[in-house]
């Protein structure tokens, strides 16, 4: 039980220092939502003039076609889905050889490198979520949930969205093991990443199958379920459903991480000298 | 006797300047064929992000052609007119990416002192920072904008004149200059605002996404902004307008179709001016 209380001590002193790290750069942060916001603006209004076209596309009014731009601009880099979250470095420390060090320390590495990430993902949220948010509610008129319990469901949704996206992230950095260079694959990853969350693109206005297996994607987990149950899509049972859906994929991706980080270590060869 | 003189130092001046540029130009050269070598040694994850760079920006097509599945206009304007402005901007953002897209790296060269390096070294500053890691997959992004041009000019019904035909070229390369101008001032804004390099996306990427939909779906101070104040809209609004006959949204002057040369270099020489000033205003860390 100590050992237990003991771990979670020291994967929570992680994930702080993982906020603060993030926190640190303000300057970095405001020019980061500065390009959030310019990107917001410029998406919503090709999104009014593809709504003015099609009223109703993908069952969205036009005000939660907007809420929808927004919550991709303040969620893309909580979920990282264009990187820059912890696999640039984990892809490093594999090239250099570094994570040698990090496999002789007493902690697990996924759940070491899943607290680094939860971290950031708070500051993220906080830094540079809230701020475009606020500034495309001013200038569009946007469909902001008015009961507090659908923001907390919102906040589940995001949290599993979060995991679901370390998990994929993981997988990618473990690549390096094999590539040595992880630039190809965390550019496909962040690809798939824009694509399939509903960044380009609400996944609901995706023709017929493409947009079935599109939301079938553990990508959109990331962002078109947080966004739907943002936008009240999703109540009752069927909220439950939805959880239920991004908990199978981050437990599914997870687990084939922790499989891969076994195969992986026993590649590891470290050069003497 | 003192006009012979003055005409000689005018002459040595323009010798020397000329060969600064062809100092540059060499070193430019160079250094960006080190790293094209040096990316080579990694050849699968060259060809994937080679692949992922021209998949990028498909991806943005893609989204063009998704929206286009569930409409037959948008603001107006055609899927093969949206195509042309689409293709033009990618074409020149892709020029200016592929020649000047490391330049956004400066400001973590100054924060970790690198850039000294880079100051001590016989060739000009502007020829290091612009070869600095050259991206050869950005080759991907060019390729796949000039794709998407070729099928407009293809499918596209215009009634083609000598000077419409002559402004195809002339927009993507004059494009290409407006958007080195804005890399340029971008890295000079860096020696100013070292972490502050993410600010000048909104202006690149943002601009080329801005630019691939008709000016016709923002709103008039939006487009208005992208014509006087930062005048992207030379990149390809004005002048594929002028090829498409199309009206422009702000009243302009015909003869504007005909200004990008003139957007481009003065945004240039504003850009070079920024960036001595940068150059010279930087002092390096401390020990």
């Not at chain 1, 771990?7 to 603060?20: H, K, M, Q």
């Not at chain 1, 589940?156 to 992230?169: D, E, K, Q």
């Not at chain 1, 609400?202 to 990508?219: M, Q, S, Y």
């Amino acid at each position: 039980m100590r050992v237990r209380t003991g771990r979670f001590r020291l994967y929570a002193a992680v994930a702080r220092s993982g906020f603060r790290r993030y926190a640190t750069y303000r300057t970095a942060t405001l020019a980061g939502v500065f390009t959030n916001t310019v990107f917001g603006l410029i998406l919503a209004y090709t999104y009014i003039a593809l709504w003015d076209e099609r009223p109703g596309l993908g069952g969205y009014d036009q005000s939660q076609a907007l809420t929808f731009v927004w919550l991709g601009q303040a969620l893309l880099t909580v979920m990282a889905l264009m990187g820059g979250g912890f696999e640039g470095e984990l892809i490093e420390r594999i090239r250099t050889g570094d994570i040698a060090v990090d496999l002789y320390r007493p902690a697990d590495l996924q759940t070491w490198w899943l607290a680094t990430d939860l971290g950031r993902a708070l500051f993220q949220l906080l830094g540079r979520g809230v701020a475009p948010m606020v500034v495309g509610a001013l200038v569009f008129d946007l469909a902001l949930p008015g009961e507090p319990g659908r923001w907390l469901a919102f906040l589940v949704a995001v949290f599993l969205g979060v995991l679901v996206s370390f998990a994929i992230r993981f997988l990618v950095a473990l690549s390096a093991f094999w590539l040595m260079d992880g630039a190809g694959t965390t550019q496909v990853a962040m690809l798939a990443g824009t694509f399939f969350s509903g960044m380009l693109l609400p996944l609901n206005v995706f023709p017929g199958a493409l947009g079935e297996f599109a939301r079938a994607l553990p990508w959109s987990a990331l962002l078109q379920v947080p966004a739907d149950v943002f936008l009240g899509k999703h109540t009752g049972v069927d909220l439950l459903r939805t959880y239920a859906f991004q908990i199978g994929w981050a437990a599914a991706l997870l687990t084939a991480g922790r499989l891969l980080q076994a195969v992986a270590t026993r590649r590891v060869v470290v050069q003497g000298g | 006797m003192d006009d012979s003189v003055q005409a000689r130092n005018g002459r040595t001046r323009a010798r020397h300047g000329l060969a600064q540029v062809r100092d540059g130009v060499r070193a430019y050269r160079l250094i960006s064929g080190m790293w094209i070598r040096s990316l080579m040694a990694y050849r699968l994850s060259f060809a994937m992000t080679a692949f992922g760079n021209f998949a990028v920006t498909a991806f943005d097509f893609a989204a063009i052609l998704l929206m286009f599945s569930q409409v037959d206009r948008l603001g107006g304007y055609s899927l093969s007119e949206i195509a042309l402005l689409y293709g033009a901007t990618c074409t020149s953002f892709g020029i200016a990416d592929l020649a000047l897209g490391s330049m956004d790296r400066l400001g973590k060269r100054v924060r970790d002192g690198t850039l000294d390096t880079l100051l001590v070294r016989p060739a000009p500053v502007i020829a290091q920072v612009a070869a600095d890691r050259f991206g050869l997959h950005r080759l991907g992004r060019l390729v796949q904008g000039a794709f998407v041009l070729g099928y407009a000019l293809v499918v596209l019904d215009i009634g083609w004149t000598p000077v419409k035909i002559l402004m195809v070229p002339l927009m993507v390369l004059c494009g290409a200059g407006i958007f080195a101008a804005v890399f340029v001032a971008g890295a000079a804004f860096q020696f100013a605002a070292r972490d502050a390099a993410e600010v000048q996306n909104a202006f690149t990427y943002g601009g080329t996404t801005l630019l691939q939909f008709p000016p016709t779906v923002f709103a008039k101070d939006l487009v208005r902004g992208a014509t006087y104040i930062l005048p992207l809209a030379f990149v390809n609004w004005i002048p594929a307008l002028y090829v498409l006959g199309r009206p422009y949204p702000l009243d302009l002057p015909t003869w504007t179709a005909f200004a990008p040369p003139l957007v481009a270099a003065v945004l240039l020489a504003l850009a070079g001016l920024a960036w001595r000033t940068g150059l010279r205003s930087y002092r390096s860390t401390g020990s």
